[in-house]
Structure formats: structure tokens, C-alpha cells
């Protein structure tokens, strides 16, 4: 949304607060303010949505209230969140499967540092990808995958298929365990 917002003819920068719900324009110097704001809303309607222009105290108080993140910010929180996300479904797995502390403790690490390792060698493949284009369905996917894989030993196949279920709804496929 911000790199299209980004393209409006006097859009000098787009940033969005952290909920996503309010949108910041700061048009070019020169540019007609009125045109600039007339554009955005009719971008923002054409998604369905019901832009509502912010002025005076309303203003004053959203610009000093809220964390505003650009197009190279923004995409901090997916990252945070998708992590997040993958760890408490791993958590939920282990209560569920009701792991001894200590198998639960082992696989939500191995789950930390797989999803840590995943994250720096994708970002070290062919030069760092802006966090708002990544992939989060391929790297929730492949973190499904590798921790089916790397959790042998720590639980059985049966298991492990279940945890590669349980990562499913993430990942939208399902890794399949190697049953060797």
C-alpha cells in the first residue's frame, strides 16, 4: 500500500502508523496539496476503503500519538509478527502433545534458532530483500519443513507429522516428515 501510495503524482513519502489503520502523506514542496489528498483518497476508496481526512487537533494529536513507519520500516513488524506466530504455534503444539518441560524446552529453541537461521540466510541470498516484499508463506513454509526435519530425536515420526500439521495453517502446505 505505501509503495503505491508512494507513486501518487506530489506524494513525497507514505508511512502508516503501527496498527495500519491511519495512513501519514508528505507531499513534494511545490505540488498541490488539495490535488495530492484528492488522489490518495480516491486510491485508498478504490480498495474498499472509507479514507477520512484528518485535520486541526485531530492531526496534531495523530502526528504526535503514533509510531509512523515508512516502506522500509513497515515491514519490521510482519517479520516480528510471522516469528511470533511460528513460536506460539510451536508452544501450543508441545501443550497440546503435552511434551515432558524439557522436550518442549529443546524444540521451542530448535524452533527459535531454525526460524533465526532461516531469516539471515534469506537475507543474505542474493542481497537483503525489503522486509515488505518478502515471501512470509515460503519462509513459514520452509520453516515448517526444517523443523519436521531437525526435531528428529526429539520426537517421533507421529509426532513430527503433527507438528508439521499444527505449522500447516502458517505455511499453507504441509511439510511432509522424512520417514527414514
Do not use: Y
Not at 43 to 65: Q, S
Not at 118 to 136: F, I, N, Q, S
Amino acid at each position: 500500500m505505501l509503495e503505491r501510495l508512494d507513486k501518487i503524482d506530489g506524494v513525497e513519502a507514505s508511512a502508516a502508523n503501527h496498527t495500519g489503520t491511519m495512513f501519514r502523506i508528505t507531499v513534494k514542496a511545490g505540488a498541490e496539496r488539495e490535488k495530492v489528498a484528492e488522489a490518495v483518497q480516491k486510491d485508498l476508496a478504490a480498495d474498499n476503503r472509507n479514507p477520512t481526512r484528518i485535520t486541526g487537533d485531530g492531526l496534531a494529536k495523530a502526528l504526535k500519538d503514533e509510531e509512523w513507519r515508512d516502506i522500509t520500516r513497515i515491514g519490521q513488524l510482519s517479520a516480528a509478527e510471522f516469528r511470533k506466530l511460528n513460536l506460539d504455534r510451536v508452544r501450543a503444539f508441545a501443550e497440546g502433545e503435552k511434551l515432558d518441560k524439557d522436550v518442549a524446552d529443546k524444540l521451542l529453541k530448535l524452533a527459535e534458532t531454525e526460524w533465526d537461521r532461516l531469516v539471515k540466510e534469506a537475507d543474505t541470498k542474493g542481497g537483503v530483500r525489503p522486509p515488505h516484499r518478502t515471501d512470509w508463506r515460503g519462509r513459514c513454509g520452509e520453516f515448517a519443513k526444517v523443523l519436521v526435519e531437525k526435531s528428529k530425536g526429539l520426537l517421533t515420526e507421529d509426532q513430527r507429522d503433527r507438528l508439521g500439521k499444527s505449522l500447516t495453517n502458517l505455511s499453507g502446505k504441509l511439510p511432509s516428515a522424512d520417514k527414514k
